[in-house]
C-alpha cells in the first residue's frame, strides 16, 4: 500500500493536531479527513507516549527500564483498547456505524494531548476527566454522534474498562502477595 502525502507523519503534524486539540477541539475533530487512516493517529500517539515515558522517568523508581517498558506499553495500548471497547459498544447499543480507524483517531489524539500532562504526579486527576471530554468532543463533532449517543458509548467504555480491571484485582492481590514471600 502506497502512502500519500496526506497520510504521512510529520513533527509539523503533530504541532498543527496539538494546536487544534488545545484551541478548538471540536472544529478539529470536525475538520479531520474522512479516510484519516492509522499512521498520523498513531505517530502522534507514539510521539506523546515517548514524551510522557521520559517524563514519567523523572521521577525515582526501583527498576527504571522497567518501569519505562510498563508506561510505554500502557501510553500506547490503553487508546486502543479504550477505542476497541468504544467501537464494540457502539455497534452493540447505537446504529450508527463508524469506521475502527476513524474512533482510534478520536482516542490516539485526546490520549496524546492529555499525556503532554499526565506524567506530573496527580495530574491524572485532571488529565483523564479531560481525556473523556476530548473524546467526548471527537465522538459527537468527528464520528457524528449525537450527545445522547456519545453519553452512552463513552459511559458503556468506562464501565467495560473499570469492570475489567476491577476482575483482575485478585490476580493482582495474588502476585503482590508472592513478592512477599521472595
Given at each position: 500500500?502506497?502512502?500519500?502525502?496526506?497520510?504521512?507523519f510529520?513533527l509539523?503534524?503533530?504541532?498543527h493536531?496539538?494546536?487544534?486539540?488545545?484551541?478548538?477541539p471540536?472544529?478539529?475533530?470536525?475538520?479531520?479527513?474522512?479516510?484519516?487512516?492509522?499512521?498520523?493517529?498513531?505517530?502522534?500517539?507514539?510521539?506523546?507516549?515517548?514524551?510522557f515515558?521520559?517524563?514519567?522517568?523523572t521521577?525515582?523508581?526501583?527498576?527504571?527500564l522497567?518501569?519505562?517498558g510498563?508506561?510505554?506499553?500502557?501510553?500506547?495500548?490503553?487508546p486502543?483498547?479504550?477505542?476497541?471497547?468504544?467501537?464494540?459498544?457502539?455497534?452493540?447499543?447505537?446504529?450508527?456505524?463508524?469506521?475502527?480507524?476513524?474512533?482510534?483517531?478520536?482516542?490516539?489524539?485526546?490520549?496524546?494531548?492529555?499525556?503532554l500532562?499526565?506524567?506530573?504526579?496527580?495530574?491524572?486527576?485532571?488529565?483523564?476527566p479531560?481525556?473523556?471530554v476530548?473524546?467526548?468532543?471527537?465522538?459527537?463533532s468527528?464520528?457524528?454522534l449525537?450527545?445522547k449517543?456519545?453519553?452512552?458509548?463513552?459511559?458503556?467504555?468506562?464501565?467495560?474498562?473499570?469492570?475489567?480491571?476491577?476482575?483482575?484485582?485478585?490476580?493482582?492481590?495474588?502476585?503482590s502477595?508472592l513478592?512477599l514471600?521472595?
Amino acid at each position: 500500500m502506497e502512502t500519500t502525502e496526506a497520510d504521512k507523519f510529520s513533527l509539523g503534524f503533530y504541532m498543527h493536531v496539538l494546536t487544534g486539540m488545545l484551541g478548538a477541539p471540536g472544529r478539529f475533530f470536525k475538520e479531520l479527513p474522512d479516510e484519516t487512516g492509522y499512521r498520523r493517529p498513531f505517530g502522534f500517539l507514539l510521539v506523546s507516549s515517548l514524551f510522557f515515558t521520559g517524563a514519567g522517568l523523572t521521577q525515582v523508581h526501583e527498576r527504571p527500564l522497567l518501569m519505562a517498558g510498563i508506561l510505554l506499553v500502557n501510553a500506547i495500548g490503553m487508546p486502543f483498547v479504550t477505542a476497541g471497547v468504544s467501537f464494540m459498544a457502539m455497534t452493540m447499543f447505537i446504529e450508527k456505524r463508524v469506521p475502527f480507524q476513524r474512533i482510534f483517531a478520536v482516542y490516539a489524539f485526546s490520549s496524546g494531548v492529555t499525556m503532554l500532562a499526565s506524567w506530573i504526579p496527580l495530574f491524572t486527576w485532571i488529565t483523564e476527566p479531560w481525556k473523556w471530554v476530548m473524546v467526548s468532543i471527537g465522538m459527537a463533532s468527528g464520528c457524528g454522534l449525537n450527545w445522547k449517543q456519545t453519553a452512552l458509548v463513552i459511559g458503556v467504555s468506562i464501565l467495560i474498562i473499570v469492570l475489567f480491571f476491577w476482575s483482575l484485582t485478585p490476580v493482582i492481590l495474588w502476585t503482590s502477595s508472592l513478592r512477599l514471600f521472595q
